[in-house]
């Protein structure tokens, strides 16, 4: 099982004095991820003050100057609101730069503010994002393309460059609950990562199961329909220190972001319930995070590849640099035992 690390480049890290700062900051542990022996690092794409991660290529291009082996992929990449020629060329320039280790996740976002930013309407949410799909698969698998859609201009006989050094650059689709999303992906062959922030993973086994059944049906090998899983989560020595870190940040922030969606305010007993053996969330210490991996694994009928997000918690650097030691050298080697 590959496991790593997703961030949103969080702005409000504590310590930091500046944007400049929590960037490099963020270089430093990307680098100490890839040192440690972690297996992928995410970037992912938003458009607000707190998160610093609206150019996730550019992160990414620096991360692949200062690393050697770790996968470096969007988190995701809003393909909704972007042009699928420029994603593609810049992905397959970080190919090329990173010798080999670029990846993108893409999906529709979970925020909507790429929309309006960008010129395009919310009403064309999923036609949006099928179209440009489409494109980008065609971009992915040809040189020279001829492709006609409703929302860009048409390519005719039209060569993209520059091509990625992989033969074919890894495409992830990023999901939540939706289950066309799931079946998109089973019938396109493409790997899934399911973001899972909430409740009990075990209830989306039967939108995995619809992913694969759908993968078999249009004749996709099975080994060829690889399962993601991306979660809040945070590791310190004991569970109790790792909660009495994580939490406060993690309230503070999903009850700031819930005002605007009309959520209850995050409470104690519903941040333990999400972290209890069988909720989504993945704070702890070493020995139990390993084993409840495992457990989701079990539960969702195998995983590939497991991702955490801790930066939007108020953490410190030196907090972050901790969890990522022990996430590579405690948590990794148990789990792959």
């Known amino acids: 099982m590959e496991i790593g690390i997703d961030s949103f480049a969080a702005a409000n890290v504590k310590n930091t004095i500046n944007y400049s700062d929590a960037l490099i900051q963020l270089l430093d542990r990307i680098e100490h991820a890839d040192k440690v022996g972690l297996d992928v690092f995410g970037i992912g794409e938003h458009h607000r003050k707190e998160f610093l991660d609206s150019a996730p290529a550019m992160i990414l291009a620096a991360a692949a100057s200062r690393t050697k082996r770790i996968i470096l992929t969007s988190a995701v990449t809003v393909l909704s609101a972007a042009d699928p020629v420029r994603i593609f060329q810049n992905f397959a320039t970080l190919d090329l730069i990173s010798k080999g280790r ?189 084993e409840k991996i495992l457990h989701h694994s079990e539960a969702l009928g195998g995983l590939s590849r497991i991702t955490f997000q801790m930066d939007n918690a108020g953490l410190s650097h030196a907090q972050l640099l901790n969890a990522i030691t022990l996430l590579g050298t405690k948590v990794a080697p148990l789990v792959n035992k």
């Open 102 to 290: 670029a990846e993108m996740v893409v999906g529709r976002g979970s925020f909507t503010e790429a929309f309006p930013l960008f010129g395009h309407n919310l009403h064309h949410y999923d036609e949006l994002f099928t179209e440009k799909l489409d494109l980008l698969l065609h971009i992915r698998d040809n040189e020279t393309v001829t492709w006609s859609g409703k929302f860009r201009a048409a390519l005719n006989n039209q060569a993209i460059y520059p091509r990625p050094l992989q033969p074919q650059l890894p495409v992830w689709l990023g999901v939540g609950g939706t289950p066309a999303s799931f079946a998109r992906a089973g019938t396109l062959g493409l790997p899934l990562m399911v973001a899972v922030i909430g409740g009990e993973t075990h209830r989306f086994r039967p939108l995995v199961d619809l992913y694969r059944e759908a993968g078999e049906k249009a004749g996709h090998a099975p080994d060829k329909l690889k399962v993601g899983l991306h979660s809040l989560g945070y590791i310190a020595e004991t569970t109790e220190k790792a909660v009495e870190e994580f939490y406060p940040g993690y309230a503070e922030t999903f009850t700031r972001i819930g005002r605007e969606r009309g959520w209850a305010p995050v409470t104690q007993p519903h941040f333990d319930s999400q972290n209890g053996k069988t909720g989504a969330y993945l704070v702890g210490g070493p020995q139990e995070i390993a």
